[in-house]
């Protein structure tokens, strides 16, 4: 059974930094392209960033170019997102997720975790 757990959401002031986690198991992580995605209030699931099985190549969304970066730990099926330079826009829960394809990027699994909220505010 696959299962994937988000942690690391907070209540953070603007400019601030965090460290996403997400916990997997029920598949071989390490054979497959993952993606952080976001939600925030009254707006539509939102794709943040990509990673290779491998750990590189890497892809982000323009919103978070040169602000997030994605990494992975196959050794611990663990994925993290570590984001700086919050702003209020950043404000969503955050999900992870795997590629609906082993071995191949194609497109993320609709989220079914609870994902860990973000909240960016003075």
């Known amino acids: 059974q696959v299962q994937l757990v988000e942690s690391g959401g907070d209540l953070v002031q603007p400019g601030g930094s965090l460290r996403l986690s997400c916990s997997t198991s029920g598949f071989r992580f390490s054979s497959y392209w993952m993606y952080w995605l976001r939600q925030a209030p009254g707006k539509e699931l939102e794709w943040v960033a990509t990673?290779?099985?491998?750990?590189?190549?890497?892809f982000y969304a323009d919103s978070v170019k040169g602000r997030f970066t994605i990494s992975r730990d196959n050794a611990k099926d663990t994925l993290y997102l570590q984001m700086s330079g919050l702003t209020s826009e950043d404000t969503a829960r955050y999900y992870c997720?795997?590629?609906?394809?082993?071995?191949?990027?194609?497109?993320?699994?609709?989220?079914r975790s609870q994902g860990t909220q973000v909240t960016v505010s003075s």
């Open positions: 997720a795997k590629d609906q394809q082993i071995l191949f990027r194609t497109s993320y699994d609709q989220p």
């Open positions: 990673i290779d099985r491998g750990g590189d190549p890497t």
